[in-house]
């Protein structure tokens, strides 16, 4: 993913359309590519040639209007963050936006603070939205798989269990004696149904909520730690790297420098 990401605004009025990206590019300088399109058409022909992170478009144009405009480039595969700006108050143009994901909605004359506030907001979606995808990327396969498996009423138990407690430590013990059965027996039965042991299931279930802590939060590593049940940072990191092959500051950087926008 291009660090140097793309703004896009679309306006059939040409004075309209300059003056939103003249605003843009001197506030950007140069952290963002900010460029302008008259209509639909000329929409669809960008997004085939690079990305679109930032849309900023009018509703009502010529031939298609801005909200079948959001649609067609869903239906190509392209989700940028989108911004609605319009010459009207228009109520039911708003639901229909809103039901399209777009994040704000600009009445014509634009302020230029208040469109700068809603482009600053638009970026903060992005970023989260990218943070959430980058967090479905690493997920464990073996979690997954797990979490994923058909299983006796015990083994579901003992899932579901772990899972509500990953902030706090426990054993095989305290999870059996909590269900009243056997520690050997419940330890046996579980390898049976899942192909890991309860000790890999619990630190596999523990590092994949750490991860998705490192790329959702701002929380420092000590925390990341303690949220997810281990006493000691160190002890942590030691985990972490021995089964990512990276501490979690190393994780963080490498995974969130892909989404900065």
Do not use: C
């Not at 004075?15 to 000329?42: F, K, M, Q």
């Amino acid at each position: 993913m291009s660090l140097f990401q793309t703004i896009l605004i679309v306006d059939d009025e040409p004075r309209t359309r300059e003056g939103l990206r003249r605003t843009l590019d001197i506030w950007a300088v140069g952290r963002y590519e900010v460029i302008a399109a008259a209509n639909a058409d000329e929409v669809l022909k960008i997004t085939r040639q690079k990305p679109i992170h930032l849309l900023i478009t009018d509703i009502r144009m010529p031939g298609m209007t801005g909200l079948e405009m959001i649609k067609q480039l869903r239906h190509f595969g392209s989700q940028p963050v989108t911004i609605i700006i319009s010459a009207y108050s228009e109520f039911q143009y708003a639901q229909e936006a809103i039901t399209l994901g777009v994040v704000n909605y600009l009445l014509k004359p634009i302020d230029r603070e208040e469109l700068l506030q809603a482009v600053e907001g638009a970026i903060g979606v992005w970023k989260e939205r990218q943070k959430a995808e980058t967090a479905k990327k690493v997920i464990d396969q073996h979690v997954l798989e797990a979490e994923e498996g058909v299983y006796s009423p015990l083994v579901k138990q003992v899932i579901q269990f772990i899972h509500e407690h990953l902030h706090q430590p426990f054993s095989l013990r305290e999870v059996s004696e909590h269900l009243h059965v056997n520690a050997s027996y419940l330890s046996t039965l579980f390898k049976e149904e899942t192909n890991l042991t309860f000790s890999e299931y619990v630190t596999r279930s523990r590092l994949q909520k750490a991860k998705s802590l490192l790329l959702t939060t701002n929380l420092t590593i000590v925390e990341v730690a303690e949220q997810v049940g281990y006493q000691t940072g160190k002890y942590f990191v030691r985990l972490f790297k021995e089964f990512e092959g990276m501490t979690p500051s190393q994780f963080r950087k490498e995974y969130l420098k892909k989404v900065d926008f």
